[in-house]
Structure formats: C-alpha cells, structure tokens
C-alpha cells in the first residue's frame, strides 16, 4: 500500500533508533531458542540425509511461492505454477500470454527464489545487491513493472486497509532506508549474534523499514530461507516458512507492529521461534508423503514401463509435474521414439492425466496427479 495516508490515528511508526535492540530478556528467550534450534537441526539432518533430497524437497519452494504470495492477496494454485514452468520449458514465446497475472506473480517468486538459491551456492555474498536483484526480477512483469523494481522507495509508504483508507503501520522514511540498509546487512553478516536470532530480527526489520515501494512482504520472507541457510543453520536450503505465517497472518502482524509500538522485540521472537518449529513438522509431514509417493510409483513405472529408463522417467515427473511430451523428449536423454511410448504407457495405465491431446504443432501436455494432489492440500 503506497498511497497517502487518510487515516493514521492507530498508526504506529517505525522504531527510529532503536535497531538493534540493545538488550533482550534471555530468560524467556533461552529456551524457546534451544528448542527451534533443536528442531531446525534435526530437520536439517533428516532432508539432507534423504536419497535424492534435492527432488523431493523442491515442491516446498512452489508451496512457498503460494503461500507467500497469497498473504498479499496474489492468489494462484501449485498447479498453476508448474504448468507455467511447462510451458516456459516447452520455449512457447511467450509462455505467460495465457496466464493469470496472479499465477506470473507467483511463479516469479518460485524462478526467484531459485536465481538467489542459484547465485549463492555460486558465492554470491548475501548482500543488499542480491536483494536489490531479487526484487528486480520479482516485479519486471505486470502490476510490478510500474512499481520500481529493484530500486529503493523515493516516496513515503505506508501499510494498512487501502480498501478502509486505514494506516496501520508508518515504515521507515525514504532517506533513512539506504543508511538503514546498510546497518541491516552488516547486522545479517554479524558472526558474534547467533543466525537464528539474526534470522528473527532482520525479519522484523526489513518489514518495518518496508525498503521498496511493493514486494517487501514477499522478498522479506525469502530472505528468511536464504538467511537460515548462508548463516548456517541449515546444510541446505530445504526450508521454508511462509505456509505458518499464512494460517497465523493476524497474529504475525500484531507481532512485528508491537516490536515498533511497544519494542516488544521478545514477543516477535517467540512467535518467529515458534513459527519455524511449526513450520518444521509441517514441512516434514508433506516431505514424507512425497517420499512415500516416490516409492511407491517408483515399482508401479518399472512394472508399467519394463524398460531400463524408469528412474529417469520418474525423477523427471517429480521434478516436473506438469509438461509437454516434446520436453520430455527433448530433455530426459532417453530416445525419442522410447520416450514417446513411455509416456502414452503411463497415460493409458492413468499415472498420468491427458490435460491437452496433441494439437498441430503443440505437442499433449501431461500432468502428474498425485504429487499435485499432496503439494494442494
Ligand atoms: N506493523 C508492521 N510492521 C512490520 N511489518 C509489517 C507490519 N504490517 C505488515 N508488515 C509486513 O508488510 C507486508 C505487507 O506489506 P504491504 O501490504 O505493503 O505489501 P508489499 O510491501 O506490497 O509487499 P508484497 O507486495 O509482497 O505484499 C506483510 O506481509 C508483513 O510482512
């Protein structure tokens, strides 16, 4: 919401001067500290000890995109996200003339998501550039285009019910965001604070100084996962957090308006703490289903197909649940006469849902149902 203030009389103000919080209440923090620390490392362990983790935990990253996006009203299904990668991967043209802007959106948040995962593991250092980029590429399409991307706000913005014309929360003013960035990133990269409560705080602060004119919401909960990950708390960056922010969206919101009301910066963080714990067993819940699934189809495409190729059949069907045959073909390396009768095998045994028979020169588009099935519910 960037337009001019009608209401402020409940508006609370940033917290000027009052970053970082010079001391914390360790008494209620200690323990629901060494509590998320203790889920967090267990589930790390478990994903990252997983047969074939990076495929089966990368749906989390589309079900974060959905999350993310829906909590500011950007409203698109999993499904619609993959069917946008198959069409992009099929090198349609133009691949969103189709789509729903709210599905672009989302699906933006996921290739995003994924560039910044992709430049760090490279050694990009986390800094107020991959941020500035990330936020480039988030809004070059549509509504988002207008809005500035990758460039800091020049103009007062402010949060609340634009519907109502209330404000209920006044960020950080355009001059104080470039000095205020820099303090936040030194903060981010501070080895004497420990990552979780980094994690917690930066979150908070972002939010507050709310540093672009649109997208802070969504850039400020990636940098969530980018953080816990490049600060050590994860071997691999398999976790995400949005989908608890979601279901508790009220109650998130109070919690980072009392840090600037009140400096109740202790009440955030145990709310963040709980919210990764949550998040945690959440995550591992769909995780295991999506493992149990594999398993499972991973006898019936060996009973069904009686070739040598299964496995790469089947990984490429976790990997890309929605797709065009003339992908397949092109990009699972098996040979194209092969690969064209293992896919009419594993549409005529309904492992895979016909969404469009072959058309002139487009070719049938498949869809994986029972991944789908897990990443919607
Ligand atoms: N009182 C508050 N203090 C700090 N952060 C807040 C506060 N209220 C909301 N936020 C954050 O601002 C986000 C929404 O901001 P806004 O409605 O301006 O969206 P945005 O900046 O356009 O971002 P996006 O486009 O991703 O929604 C929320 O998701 C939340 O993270």
Redesign the pocket.
């Known amino acids: 919401?960037?337009d001019k203030a009608s209401n402020l009389s409940d508006a609370?103000t940033?917290h000027y001067g009052r970053f970082p919080p010079d001391s914390l209440d360790w008494e209620k923090l200690f323990r629901p500290m060494e509590e998320a620390s203790r889920t967090l490392a267990r589930y790390d362990a478990k994903m990252t000890g997983m047969v074939n983790a990076a495929l089966l935990v990368a749906p989390l990253r589309a079900q974060d995109a959905v999350a993310?996006?829906r909590?500011?009203?950007?409203i698109a299904t999993i499904g619609e996200i993959y069917r946008l990668q198959a069409d992009e991967d099929s090198g349609s043209r133009n691949p969103y003339k189709e789509a729903r802007n709210d599905t672009i959106e989302t699906y933006l948040y996921s290739r995003v998501m994924n560039e910044a995962q992709a430049l760090l593991s490279q050694g990009s250092p986390l800094n107020e550039h991959l941020v500035r980029t990330a936020h480039q590429h988030?809004l070059s399409f549509g509504r988002?285009a207008a809005?500035n991307p990758g460039s800091y706000k020049t103009e007062q913005?402010?949060?609340?019910s634009e519907r109502r014309g209330k404000i209920?929360?006044v960020?950080a003013r355009p001059d104080f965001v470039v000095p205020a960035m820099g303090e936040l990133f030194k903060y981010i990269n501070d080895p004497t604070i420990s990552p979780i409560l980094r994690t917690a705080i930066a979150?908070?602060e972002f939010?507050?100084l709310?540093p672009?004119?649109?997208?802070?919401?969504?850039?400020?909960?990636m940098l969530i996962t980018l953080m816990l990950w490049k600060l050590g708390v994860l071997e691999e960056p398999y976790f995400y957090v949005s989908g608890y922010?979601e279901d508790h969206?009220d109650e998130?919101?109070?919690k980072?308006?009392a840090?600037?009301?009140d400096g109740d910066w202790e009440g955030w963080i145990i709310f963040f703490l709980e919210a990764l714990q949550e998040q945690a067993k959440a995550n591992t819940k769909t995780v295991d289903s999506i493992f149990e699934l594999y398993n499972l189809m991973r006898k019936a495409f060996r009973e069904v197909l009686k070739t040598q190729y299964h496995d790469q059949v089947l990984d490429f069907v976790f990997s890309k649940p929605f797709f065009y045959n003339n992908t397949f073909i092109k990009t699972s390396k098996i040979p194209a006469a092969t690969a064209r009768v293992i896919s009419k095998r594993l549409a005529d045994a309904n492992i895979l849902r016909v969404v469009a028979a072959p058309s002139g020169r487009r070719a049938a588009l498949y869809a994986f149902g029972p991944l789908l099935e897990i990443l919607e519910t």
Request: glycine letters at 14%; hydrophobic letters at 35%; zero cysteines.
């Open positions: 919401m960037s609370v940033y993310s996006s909590m500011e009203g950007t988030l988002g809005k913005n402010f949060i609340g209920s929360f960020p979150h908070v939010e507050a709310h672009f004119q649109d997208g802070n919401g969504r850039i400020g909960r922010f969206r998130y919101i109070e980072m308006r840090v600037s009301k």
